[in-house]
């Protein structure tokens, strides 16, 4: 029998995605998570709730009519684009340090003498840290008394160095934006999604993978025409 050159080998299953309640942190402007009964079993033999939560609230997937016109919605990215290998970038030291700090080419360079260069069609993911402040929305977002976030983000010049000399499929991070919290340009979202690339958002349970040789699977909600969809993010760890 000839081998399945796309056969996965893991021990671990892990979660990357938060759980999705009213009280998790929203971007400004984000409409509320809602939760409504709809049937009980007491009065119905079953349990059905109404959900209602923005595209791109908790762990999410945004996808490139967000932020170009006429670009495609999150209902036509292919079954394969969304099973893809991921690296994970550790600036949690930095992060701690400055909170605005961004993931420069020589952090890349730095992770790849000791990991090996970054494969070709990877899910780059930075683990920052502020997974553990999702339960605190003041915290989480780190605003400043003029309205200004702060959090880590990709620099402009790391993504197009992954983009153009790595080829990868995309960015992630445990944080609301893979851009910068000062930046509302949205110009990291700009540059992954102007090439249909993948972009996730508010990752968890970064502390448990590896820097290279997990597989990411992320299940989209198909959306028709979506900016993006909550994500149910699973991480197959070897």
Known sequence: ???????????RVIHLSHIIDTDIPQWPGDPPVE???????????YYLRRFCLGEHSATHINAPNSFHQNKVGIDQY??????????????CKAAAVN??????????????KQHGEIPMGSLVILYT??????LDKNAFFNTDVKGIMHFCGFSYEATQFLLQQ?????????????DPGQDNSFSINSLVL???????ENLTNLHELPARGTTVIIGVLRLRNGSGSPVGILALVP
């Open 1 to 11: 029998m000839t081998k399945n050159k796309n056969t996965i080998t893991y021990s």
């Open 35 to 45: 939760f409504t009964n709809v049937a009980n079993i007491p009065q119905d033999g």
């Open 78 to 91: 292919s079954a394969q684009s969304l099973v893809l290998p991921g690296v994970v970038i550790d600036i």
């Open 99 to 112: 909170a605005d700090y961004s993931l420069t080419i020589g952090d890349v360079l730095t992770w790849e």
């Open 129 to 134: 840290g502020l997974q553990n402040k999702w």
């Open 166 to 178: 790595r080829q990868i499929a995309g960015l992630a991070t445990d944080t609301h934006g893979v």
């Open 194 to 200: 102007a090439q249909q690339g993948i972009v996730l």
